[in-house]
Every structure is written in C-alpha cells, then in structure tokens.
C-alpha cells in the first residue's frame, strides 16, 4: 500500500470530505510526526508504535576492504518500536 | 527543543490546524489513519509513504534465547515482526536537524 492508496481508502469512507483534504490529513499526519523527531521529540502511539531519535556517539571505524581507519561522524537515527497490540496481533493464529 | 513526548491528541490537532475540520474529526481522522496502516501491516502488506518511511512484515524463524537474570536457554518461538526503515528524506532531515543545534567548536 502507498500512500495513495492509503488516501483512497480513507476517502472512501469519508464521503463528505475531499480527496484533496484526505490527502492534507494524511500528509498532516506525518509530517507532524515527521517535525516531532526532527525537534527530538518522541512520539507515542498507544497500540500502534512509538518513533524516537537515538543517538550514535562518534566512533573509529574500519573500512572492511581496505582495512584502514575512518573516523565516523556522530549521528542521530530515527527508531520505531512497535506497540504491544500491533505486535500481538501480528501474531495471533500463533499464540492461540 | 526535545524531550517532549507527542501523542494522538498532537496529531488531530494539527490535522485541525492544517485541515479545519473540527477537533472530534480531526481525532477520528487520525485514529482511522493509524488504523489503516495497522490493518494493512497485519494483512502482510508493505505500506511505503514516500518522504516518511516504510512499514513491513518481516517473518521470525525459531532461535535460542537466554534469559538474562537466569541465564536459562529458551526457545523464541517463530514470529511476526513488523520492520519500519525511515525514508532518505527524513533520515536526513533528523540527522541535518540534530547537527545544526550541536555546538560548533570554534577552530
């Protein structure tokens, strides 16, 4: 599913509102997910998943096929864990 | 900047700012969105929103654990996993973000 996919089939049940207003919905959604990490904010879903930055300190790496030194920049990654529901339900004819 | 925690009410309220449906809506909106991707990553589909990220299902074989306070060895049962890697753009967006707050050391 891309995201106009995903658009599509919250227009479809959203008679009354626009395709193009679904589109800023979703679009509003991410982006404000989006504008939370770039801040360093954490965001937390109940049920679907929380998104957080982590950090990586700077450290001396290697290159594998030479084998000489390069220093490597410290860093900050995007991280998502996904929520006890989610998860659960991802595996539900397993458990049962 | 950071250390806030956002949650569903940031979300609908600035799909209120940005949209101007009303404040119930907005909620509702953003509950169906998230639900939505859920549905789809049970389902086993990819959802790929471009400039955001991409959500997927990976399959877990069995494999050893250890119970880290016993040091008892247990099975991890085969599993579904569900995989998020963050597009280029927002992965450079965090990283661009992060580096521009960082004090600079004056050579």
């Not at chain 2, 389902?43 to 399959?59: H, I, N, P, Y």
């Not at chain 2, 890697?85 to 927002?90: F, G, M, Q």
């Amino acid at each position: 599913m891309i995201k106009s996919e995903l658009v599509q089939t919250i227009a479809n049940r959203n008679p009354h509102l626009y395709l193009r207003d679904v589109e800023n919905i979703v679009n509003a959604i991410f982006e404000e997910i989006s504008d939370a990490l770039a801040e360093g904010n954490r965001v937390e879903l109940r049920g679907f998943g929380a998104f957080s930055v982590k950090n990586r300190p700077a450290r001396t790496g290697r290159n594998p096929r030479t084998g000489e030194s390069v220093e490597v920049e410290e860093k900050w990654v995007p991280f998502f864990k996904t929520g006890k529901e989610l998860r659960e339900r991802l595996n539900e004819d397993k458990d049962s | 900047m950071g250390g806030k925690t956002l949650t569903r009410a940031e979300l609908a309220e600035a799909v209120y700012r940005k949209v101007g449906l009303s404040r119930t809506e907005s909620a509702q909106l953003v509950e169906m969105v998230l639900q939505e991707v859920c549905d789809a990553v049970v389902r086993g589909e990819t959802v790929k929103l471009s400039s955001f990220a991409t959500f997927q299902v990976r399959d877990k074989n069995e494999r050893i654990g250890r119970n880290p306070k016993t040091g008892e060895e247990v099975p991890i049962s085969p599993r579904r996993v569900m995989t998020f890697k963050a597009s280029n753009v927002l992965k450079d967006r965090i990283l661009k973000a992060h580096q521009d707050r960082q004090p600079r050391e004056s050579a």
